[in-house]
């Protein structure tokens, strides 16, 4: 079956600009999550949907970042006055949690967001 | 969740067995040791978990101490195609849906 997807694959940006990244979770997965990734670093956390809510943003690194779930599927982080310092891959992944399964998040290719 | 510790590369013969260990010293009771890793360009894979037996799964095995302070994640029969950044990654139970907090984890070079 289909993976997480990620569009685009590739943004450039202008410092200032308005961007969206969009994420296609698995189909039936009601948890999705949002990483980002500088260069030699490991993924930091952003934030963390279970269906349309959000169940912990405390990694969105300020008020700049924003993402929605709408209707418990799709999600779009998006990110207002673009800084160099948000250039980053940026990952989504899901899963699906049941009582005694959440063993693995689902990773997507990631986005890499270049801010010019 | 608690921190972990990683060496930062490693070195493996095409064919031999990868030991790569992690140290999670303040790692609680009910916290369960992840392994994931990333493939150059790819988002990370989820590899194997454990809480404190012995778990062996297609891709790996992982072995925890009796005291739970550190463990290792074995692949017996590493391929060009294992060269990877291998995270260690400690966090509660499955079925609580929780963040993933990497460290910056150990690239393993495969060679031929």
């Known amino acids: 079956g289909a993976g997480v997807s990620q569009t685009p694959s590739n943004k450039v940006t202008e410092k200032g600009k308005y961007v969206e990244l969009r994420c296609d979770p698995i189909?039936?997965?009601?948890?999705l999550y949002w990483y980002r990734q500088s260069l030699g670093q490991g993924p930091e956390f952003l934030i963390y949907?279970?269906?349309?809510?959000?169940?912990?943003d405390s990694g969105l690194p300020n008020d700049r970042f924003f993402a929605v779930r709408p209707e418990g599927s799709v999600s779009t982080l998006k990110i207002q006055r673009t800084e160099r310092g948000d250039s980053a891959v940026y990952l989504c992944?899901?899963?699906?949690?049941?009582?005694?399964?959440?063993?693995?998040?689902?990773f997507g290719p990631g986005t890499r967001l270049t801010v010019l | 969740d608690a921190k972990t510790t990683q060496p930062p590369s490693m070195d493996c013969a095409e064919g031999r067995a990868a030991n790569l260990p992690c140290n999670h010293s303040?790692?609680?009771?009910?916290?369960?040791v992840y392994w994931y890793r990333q493939i150059h360009s790819q988002g990370p894979q989820y590899i194997i978990h454990?809480?404190?037996n012995n778990e062996t799964n297609e891709m790996a095995s992982l072995i925890i101490t009796e005291d739970r302070k550190s463990s290792t994640l074995i692949l017996p029969h590493a391929t060009l195609r294992d060269t990877a950044v291998y995270y260690c990654?400690?966090?509660?139970?499955?079925?609580?849906?929780?963040?993933?907090?990497f460290g910056t984890g150990t690239r393993l070079q495969v060679t031929l």
């Open positions: 992944a899901s899963s699906l949690i049941t009582q005694d399964r959440d063993r693995e998040q689902f």
């Open positions: 303040t790692i609680s009771g009910n916290e369960y």
């Open positions: 990654i400690v966090r509660g139970r499955p079925g609580t849906a929780s963040k993933l907090t």
């Open positions: 949907f279970q269906g349309t809510g959000a169940a912990d």
């Open positions: 454990g809480l404190k």
């Open positions: 189909s039936g997965h009601t948890a």
